[in-house]
């Protein structure tokens, strides 16, 4: 089977499974958005032929009116329906759970292959059994059949939207407090702003589509890594595992972060071989990995992971506590982001300028209060999470590529068995979307390899950085850059053409001269071409 190898440069499981998570949620708001939008335009027509049957001056207008205002009504209905049907079936098409558990599961696998490269001495060195896909099978299936209720939720959605619609409005036309066109339309609003429920859980609470299908996709993804990392690290005899998660893990989880756990029962002390010495160390196992899961460690929408723990070396997180502030910060920095969400969705849906203009206040007011959380409290942005994903015009922009199988169906790159990481592949989708010509060069064990030949460039070997921080300056560009040649010489390798990534971070002309002055700044890590690609364009930089 193929060895998938994790960036040796350091890889977060945390940002993977997000960015799995996020990649789903996109792709149901999506689908919620073009659904919501389309039943806007119609009823917004509908309330407006409804004034039009109610102003009329004489019988036979207003029957004329009635006919047309039934027809279109019958109409809207039918082709609404073929909206629902025809999303539910795209989001079919793509095998999305197959997609993220198996991006996830190999991840995982790398992960723990990695961990343990670190170990001189290990318990077992027999061959590798089968795959680690065994191991994640029944969660790919899980996680199927809740996007297919969610893809069912969407079919029906606008038969209850219409039925909904009209039910809020009735009642107020009986009492006279509004007339008839203001009533319908702040019933549309109001209905379709809070956009599509997909259930309400014991505890009351009513999750969207997007957001469930973001958890139920996290939840999937990040059993699928422990499980494959734990057949890898078994099938290597090593059956002790560690725990990390962030400072703000929640009450259930943070009294196993850090904590040394098995996965084949033993508890207390044990004594086993040092992973890299000649000698034996005691080790104090607190508990199971199936006690911890009991005790409701790694529930629904958990982010924690698991690593191999290698006898006598340090264990990540050890001594970590549990901080009640840390976790309210993250659960109001959730709902912030919903607000800001909710304010864009009421934008989108609008029904005049009024309306519209009203929306970017809330907008601008629930931005302004992110910021001022996050001056005070010192967490990081998360801007994609304040997203719709959503196009001005009556369809959404088509889902961003976000999986490997999505980068392969779009763009047929032949990926020799390797897996990217996340941001791998949004690079790719970018850089071949704006009509860049390449060939993938596969990894080849430990040894680094550049990323791929850019035929536009004449044939030339590059070697891809992500800026993956806030932090758009030279410093941070240069890092990597640095350590990548100075490991290829170690290795025997030439990395001497390198392309910076700034995704969407402006390259402004100061980066431009301070990128100039690479070589100058760097004479141990000379390298020969250096691009940046910012906002969708690459620009060389013309190197001193």
């Not at 407006?48 to 207008?61: G, H, I, K, N, S």
């Amino acid at each position: 089977m193929p060895l998938f190898v994790p960036d040796p440069e350091g890889f977060d499981a945390a940002e993977l499974l997000e960015q799995l998570g996020a990649g789903i949620a996109a792709r149901y708001e999506a689908a919620e958005l073009v659904l919501l939008r389309e039943i806007a335009i119609r009823t917004y027509k509908i309330t407006m032929l409804e004034q039009a049957a109610e102003d009329a001056r004489d019988a036979l207008t207003r029957q004329r009116a009635l006919r047309e205002l039934a027809t279109a009504r019958a109409t809207a209905l039918r082709e609404l329906r073929d909206v629902a049907q025809q999303e539910a079936r795209r989001l079919r098409a793509e095998g999305l759970a197959e997609d993220v558990v198996a991006t996830a599961a190999q991840h995982g696998e790398a992960a723990a292959a990695a961990r343990l490269s670190l170990a001189k001495r290990l318990p077992a060195r027999a061959g590798v059994v089968g795959s680690a896909a065994q191991a994640v099978g029944a969660l790919t299936l899980d996680l199927s059949s809740k996007l297919e209720f969610l893809n069912a939720r969407i079919t029906r959605y606008p038969d209850d939207a219409y039925k909904h619609i009209i039910s809020e409005t009735a009642p107020r036309l009986i009492l006279g407090a509004e007339t008839k066109l203001l009533t319908q339309r702040a019933a549309v609003q109001r209905f379709l702003s809070e956009g599509i429920d997909a259930f309400q859980d014991r505890r009351g609470r009513t999750w969207r589509i997007g957001t469930y299908a973001e958890m139920a996709t996290r939840t999937a993804t990040q059993r699928a890594w422990q499980d494959a990392g734990v057949w890898r690290m078994q099938q290597s005899g090593v059956n002790l595992v560690t725990i990390q998660g962030g400072v703000d893990a929640c009450k259930l989880c943070a009294p196993w972060i850090g904590k040394i756990l098995s996965t084949n029962g033993v508890v207390g002390p044990v004594t086993m071989p040092h992973a890299t010495q000649d000698r034996t160390v005691t080790v104090q196992v607190y508990g199971t990995l199936d006690q911890a899961r009991r005790q409701g460690w790694g529930h629904p929408n958990c982010r924690d992971t698991v690593s191999a723990y290698l006898p006598g070396l340090p264990v990540p997180q050890a001594g970590f506590e549990y901080s009640p502030e840390a976790e309210a910060e993250r659960a109001k920095q959730r709902k912030l982001e919903r607000d800001i969400r909710d304010a864009k969705r009421r934008e989108a849906l609008a029904s005049d300028d009024i309306q519209r203009r009203k929306a970017q206040r809330e907008i601008r007011d629930a931005q302004a209060e992110m910021r001022d959380f996050l001056a005070e409290t010192g967490r990081n942005r998360s801007r994609a999470r304040e997203q719709l994903h959503f196009s001005d015009g009556s369809r959404a922009k088509p889902a961003p590529v976000r999986t490997q199988g999505d980068l392969v169906r779009k763009h047929g790159l032949n990926l020799g068995g390797d897996v990217l990481q996340p941001h791998e592949i949004e690079f790719y989708d970018r850089f071949l979307s704006a009509g860049n010509r390449v060939t993938y060069i596969p990894r080849h064990g430990w040894k680094p390899t550049n990323d791929f030949v850019w035929h536009d460039r004449g044939d030339v070997e590059i070697e891809l950085k992500t800026l993956l921080t806030d932090d758009v300056t030279m410093r941070a560009i240069a890092r990597p850059i640095r350590a990548a040649v100075k490991k290829a010489n170690r290795g025997g390798v030439v990395k001497e053409n390198f392309i910076a990534d700034l995704r969407d971070a402006p390259l402004t002309d100061e980066l431009v001269a301070e990128m100039r002055r690479y070589n100058v700044d760097n004479p141990h890590a000379l390298i020969a071409r250096l691009f940046a690609m910012s906002r969708g364009e690459v620009t060389e930089i013309d190197l001193e």
